[in-house]
């Protein structure tokens, strides 16, 4: 089943600040977040793995919430290069080991104006 | 480091033909997933591979097979191909369980 994630899509002005969440039906092992701009692959932004830890660089950081299956993407005083379509990839807690299935959200798009 | 490649970076095929796509990964990469991107759908998992073994499968059709080689690099074959295979297929690879995928810049299939 795949990942839930809300907003569907965000309008910001530079300098706003945005959260998207993303929450799972199943026990999950690790959450990633990925930007995807307009033509291009995704890009890894961070991994968080199952224990509640926040992870961040510069101005864009992430919780984990192992109990409640639900990632949040935290991005403060946005940028016009923040723009494009966030996804969360849940990966799921198959026989407790890394490799359970990497899902995707449907995506979260994001757009940052002058 | 060289990126994840991905060939042919475009296709046409016609409906009932079969196609098969090439990954090679970043060098030290041994999990290599596949993933279908449409508009409407999303990214779609199909197969995850690590050494040489089929670790994880989507729901997808039968005509969607894949394999990895021992040097790392993992091919996907679709078979009996149909209008709604039309989509950006992407590679994605990472060096361990606790890391983030590289993707590569993915095949467009187009089928007519």
């Known amino acids: 089943q795949q990942p839930v994630q809300s907003p569907q899509a965000v309008i910001l002005r530079e300098g706003e600040d945005a959260v998207i969440n993303c929450s799972s039906s199943?026990?999950?092992?690790?959450v990633h977040w990925y930007r995807q701009k307009h033509g291009e692959a995704p890009v890894f932004l961070m991994i968080?793995?199952?224990?509640?830890e926040q992870k961040g660089h510069d101005k864009i950081s992430a919780s984990f919430n192992e109990k409640k299956q639900q990632s949040s993407l935290y991005l403060t005083a946005s940028q016009l290069s923040y723009s494009g379509t966030y996804f969360c990839g849940m990966r799921d807690n198959a026989g407790g080991t890394s490799y359970g299935k990497l899902t995707f959200g449907q995506g979260t798009i994001l757009t940052v104006h002058p | 480091k060289a990126g994840v490649t991905q060939t042919p970076r475009y296709l046409i095929k016609t409906r009932g033909q079969q196609v098969t796509l090439s990954c090679s990964p970043i060098s030290g990469h041994r999990s290599v997933s596949w993933y279908q991107q449409t508009p409407g759908q999303g990214l779609q998992f199909l197969f995850e591979y690590f050494s040489e073994t089929q670790r994880n499968k989507g729901n997808f059709p039968g005509r969607f097979s894949g394999r990895q080689f021992s040097n790392s690099r993992s091919e996907m074959n679709v078979s009996t191909l149909e209008l709604g295979d039309s989509a950006l297929y992407l590679c994605a690879t990472r060096e361990d369980p606790n890391y983030g995928y590289t993707f590569g810049s993915g095949t467009r299939l187009t089928v007519v």
């Open positions: 199943k026990a999950l092992y690790s």
């Open positions: 968080l793995l199952k224990g509640g």
